[in-house]
């Protein structure tokens, strides 16, 4: 036992030694290890902006911007973000240059919707829209989707819900200071009453009325994010591609007009013989101006008809049908009621409404008990065409040339029966005068 005391107390330099040596290697380490182990915390800590405690906090962002409504702006709690469709994003994902510290300097970059949404980005990129970008007045991703709240076209409060679509689209285009900005040509005269006029129309009254989502809205027809004008190829209401986009709707009757004399026609690029091309879906119901097919609408469709075709419009109204129509008549045949609406065809086709192995049920609608003679009556018949209408030409000819001569010939003995009477009766005078 006292072999080991005396071992130890030998011991008891060395171990104070050591001790001593000891701590004076951690306070010459612990400057370089604090950092090693400090500094990763604070950087982690540092990269985590906690944006809600400032954008969530209404109170604390008052007169942090020139006006209530910027202040307003700012406010964008956490609730608004988990109910939009980009909940599952975090705030510096598009709000880039904010991650490293605050208060904030204005002048950071937010990334461009068109980072996720590049097809989108690119059409709006090329479509009428972004003309005017620079200006300020050009529909933006924010102005029409919503900067925080957005959320899908199939809720109700979305801005281009198809039952709010026209009122956004109406907040440029039935502005007063943008319509005298970018609608000053005379061509534009459409769309310039173009929000005004969808009210009133089937789609439009479809909508704001009867509040059917599956009418068609704006975006419909003109395309979401590549607007273009009807002259530009690209266009989806170019004359070209309109019966595509009315066909997303209307298929059944676009697959009628392919079918008919028009569809071919404008798929040939052939013209009539009045030298007019082949009308489209809004040659006859008009873009902004679609209107229910009505007693009202029946009567001017024969005008419509007539633009392109004016000798068949001339002749129409020397036929009882057309005299009828003329006086406000609302149940003699129109048009549409021989030819068909979409699908009418030339005479000469077998599949036409108005081929002669047609015509008989065509007629019989309207007048019951027709027969095979019946049908013979040429509603277009034109007595000035010799080679067409050889029946009509001749008697019609001869009855003009019969009423010619009599008339002719009795009016010449008229006036020469009437000038005998003026010079004998001079005469008569002149003999009793001298008497």
Known sequence: MGTVLSLVGAMNPLIQATSDWMHRLGRLALPCLVPVVIVPSV?????????????GDREFLVGKRDAPGEDAALYVP????????????TCRECHT?????????????????????????????????????GNGDSPTCVRCHGAHDIVGVEDRASPIHPLNEAGLCGDCHGDSNILAAYFT???????????????????GLAVSE?????????SDCHSPHRVLPADSSSSSIHRDRISDTCGACHLG???????????????????????????????????????????????????????????LYETYFETYHGKVTRL??????????????????????????????????????????????????????????????????????????????????FGTHTVLWLARGVVEGARGRAEGDKR
């Open 43 to 55: 950087r982690a800590q540092a990269s985590t902006v906690d944006c809600d405690r400032c954008h």
């Open 185 to 203: 040509d005379p061509a534009d005269s459409v769309a310039r009453s173009a929000v005004e006029r969808y009210h009133e129309t089937v789609h």
């Open 328 to 409: 406000g008549g609302e149940l003699t045949a129109k048009c549409a009621d021989c030819h068909t609406a979409h699908g009418n065809l030339p005479a000469h086709d077998p599949r036409s409404s108005v081929h002669a192995s047609n015509l008989l049920a065509v007629c019989s609608r309207c007048h019951q008990g027709a027969s095979d003679r019946f049908v013979q009556y040429h509603p277009h018949g034109d007595p000035h065409d010799r080679d067409r209408y050889p029946k009509l030409y001749w008697p019609w000819t001869l009855m003009s040339s019969l009423l010619i001569g009599v008339f002719g010939f």
């Open 97 to 133: 240059g904010y991650d490293d510290a605050f208060p904030h300097q204005p002048g950071r970059s937010t990334a461009s919707c068109q980072s996720c949404h590049g097809d989108e980005g690119r059409d709006w990129a090329a479509s009428s829209h972004a003309v005017s970008a």
């Open 253 to 311: 009757v676009v697959e009628t007009y392919r079918q008919g004399a028009h569809g071919t026609a404008l798929l040939a690029g052939t013209t009539n013989v009045e030298g007019h091309g082949a009308p489209v879906c809004t040659d006859c119901h008009a873009a902004h101006g679609v209107a229910a097919v009505d007693e009202a609408w029946r009567a001017g469709v024969v005008d419509e008809c007539g633009a392109c075709h004016e000798r």
């Open 210 to 218: 009867r509040g059917l989502v599956v009418s068609a809205t704006c």
């Open 78 to 89: 956490q609730s608004v973000l988990r109910s939009s469709r980009h909940r599952e994003l």
